[in-house]
C-alpha cells in the first residue's frame, strides 16, 4: 500500500530515472545509494510499491528525504557500504553518482555484493560534444549532465562507455542490460560494445548482476 506521506515526484523530464523504474521489479527491496533529495526513491516505493531505502551524502538531501516520509540515511558511499550483509536487497542503484566517487571500483564491487540486481547511470565522457571540446578549446568540457566547471564539480572519475563496459568484463560482472540516451530525452538498449553509442549517447544506464 502506498503510503500517504510520500509525494510523487514528476520524472517526464527524465528519461534515466523512467527507464531504471522500469527496470525494477514491484514489490521489490532496493536501495538507492546517492539518493539526492528522493525524486527516484519516491516514485519507486508509489509507484512500483518497492521496499525502498536510501543512502545520501549530504545532510540536506537526507532532511529533504525524510520530510518526504522516506527511508533514508546519511551514509558515505566510499566507506560505509560494507555495512550492508550480502544480498540485503533485490536492487542496488547508483544514479548519476559513480563519477563522484573515491573508489569506484571498490563501490562497484560492493554494491554487487548487496544486491542481487545492480543499476549504475552515468555521464558519458566519450560523448562526440565532450570529445570536441576537449579537442577545439582544450579546457574540461560542460554539457547538460556535466554542467559544473572543472573547479566545483563533485565529479573526479570520470570514465566513457567502453571504460564501464571494460570494468564490469574485469570484474567478471553479467550485463542484463545497457542503455544509452539522454536524461533529459530517450535511451535505447544498445550492446555494451557498440562504438557510436560510446560516441553518441549523453548518458548510460547498466544493469547488471554477479555471474
Known sequence: MIDPMIDIPSIKDRADLALIVDLVKAESRALDVGCGNGDLLATLTAVKNVDGRGL????????????????????????????????????V??????????RPRYVLEEL?????????????????????????QGRMPETESLNQPWYETPNIHFCTIRDFVILCEELGVHIDGAYAGKHGQSFKAITPHNQWANLLAEDAIFLLRRK
Open 56 to 91: 545520501e551524502l549530504s545532510q540536506a538531501g537526507v532532511n529533504a528525504c525524510v520530510t518526504r516520509g522516506l527511508s533514508v540515511i546519511q551514509g558515505d558511499a566510499d566507506k560505509d557500504l560494507s555495512f550492508y550483509p550480502d544480498d540485503a536487497f533485490d536492487y
Open 93 to 102: 542503484i547508483l544514479s548519476q553518482t559513480i563519477q563522484a566517487t573515491h
Open 112 to 136: 554487487l555484493r548487496i544486491g542481487r540486481h545492480v543499476i549504475v547511470s552515468f555521464p558519458n565522457f566519450g560523448f562526440w560534444k565532450v570529445r570536441l571540446f576537449l579537442l577545439w
